[in-house]
């Protein structure tokens, strides 16, 4: 299948990602399937899975993450949120960014992903409106902001945004999954360089 919406570039980064583990080697090879064959795989009118991208903020020195307080899992992570349509999930990332935490100075330390993965997301109530259980493939960009600047919760997404030490960032998640499998792998590669 041959698509025209720009998601070719993707594949070609996706393609040329050299995995971090075996988690993102499974992942990438499930997201590439989806981005090969399904459609509607940018928008979340797929029930069942959809694309989504993340950033992990950190700070000039690297040794800071920007963190929300998230209200729907009642739990400090990492910004992003849907592609909605958009087939340029830096440009999502850092949309996104700027939404929920009011950080607006953001530079991509890379314009390709810095990680893979392929996300649960149980059942939940957002804007009145139950939300069935599904999958989110996502796709995380490394960005960088000066950690001076002023942030801003999003009313509705999150009640707070801040900075946290690197392992304090990890720690500050309620999410066991997220603690061992995202954030504690994604501080790893930036330590790492």
Not at 48 to 59: D, E, I, K, P, R
Not at 106 to 115: G, H, Q
Not at 127 to 140: A, E, F, I, P, W
Not at 174 to 181: A, D, L, V
Request: hydrophobic content about 40%; glycine content about 6%.
């Amino acid at each position: 299948m041959r698509f025209q919406d720009g998601r070719e570039t993707l594949i070609a980064q996706l393609h040329a990602y050299a995995p971090y583990n075996e988690q993102e080697a499974a992942d990438r090879l499930l997201i590439l399937r989806c981005l090969k064959t399904v459609p509607d795989v940018f928008s979340r009118e797929n029930k069942l899975f959809h694309m989504t991208a993340s950033a992990w903020v950190v700070n000039p020195v690297r040794d800071r993450a920007l963190m929300a307080y998230h209200n729907i899992y009642n739990s400090w992570s990492w910004l992003g949120g849907h592609a909605d349509g958009e087939t340029d999930l830096l440009a999502v990332a850092l949309r996104e960014v700027r939404e929920e935490s009011g950080v607006t100075a953001l530079r991509p330390l890379l314009e390709t992903p810095f990680s893979l993965e392929s996300l649960t997301v149980d059942g939940h109530i957002k804007r009145g409106k139950y939300v069935s259980s599904h999958l989110h493939l996502n796709v995380t960009y490394l960005l960088e902001a000066d950690d001076s600047q002023q942030t801003t919760p999003r009313p509705g997404e999150n009640s707070a945004v801040g900075w946290f030490p690197l392992d304090e960032a990890v720690a500050a998640s309620t999410e066991p999954w997220f603690r061992e499998r995202v954030y504690g792998k994604l501080n790893e590669k930036v330590r790492r360089g």
